[in-house]
């Protein structure tokens, strides 16, 4: 699920501003195999497991463009900020061993 708002300012000098924040959220597993030696030295113990995962991830992208002239050439700039965050939480775990 991804949601997101976005905003256009200009203002009367031509400059741009652009902000945008986006938010999404999913749900993965992951699935693995583990062993280990037991004290014995000779006795390997497998087993294997899943784990299920929710992830949350946002976005805020902010900037500005502006353009101006100096004589007959044009130009345009760009500056702007970028902060994201990931948030991953583990929900569950099953474990077998065989």
């Known amino acids: 699920m991804a949601n997101g708002i976005e905003a ?3 203002d009367s000098f031509g400059h741009k501003l652009y902000l945008v924040l986006r938010c ?8 693995a195999v ?3 030696l037991e004290a014995d030295k000779r006795t390997f113990s ?3 497991g899943t784990t299920n995962f929710k992830d949350n991830f946002y976005n ?3 900037y500005v463009v502006g353009k101006f002239a100096t004589g007959n050439i044009q130009h345009q700039i ?6 994201s965050r990931e948030d991953t939480l583990s929900i569950n ?6």
């Open 78 to 83: 760009i500056t702007g900020l970028n902060l």
């Open 46 to 48: 497998r087993g294997d």
């Open 24 to 31: 999404s959220e999913s749900l993965f597993s992951r699935d």
């Open 60 to 62: 805020f992208d902010t």
């Open 93 to 98: 775990g099953d474990r077998a061993s065989f």
């Open 34 to 36: 583990f062993g280990s």
């Open 8 to 10: 256009n300012i200009k």
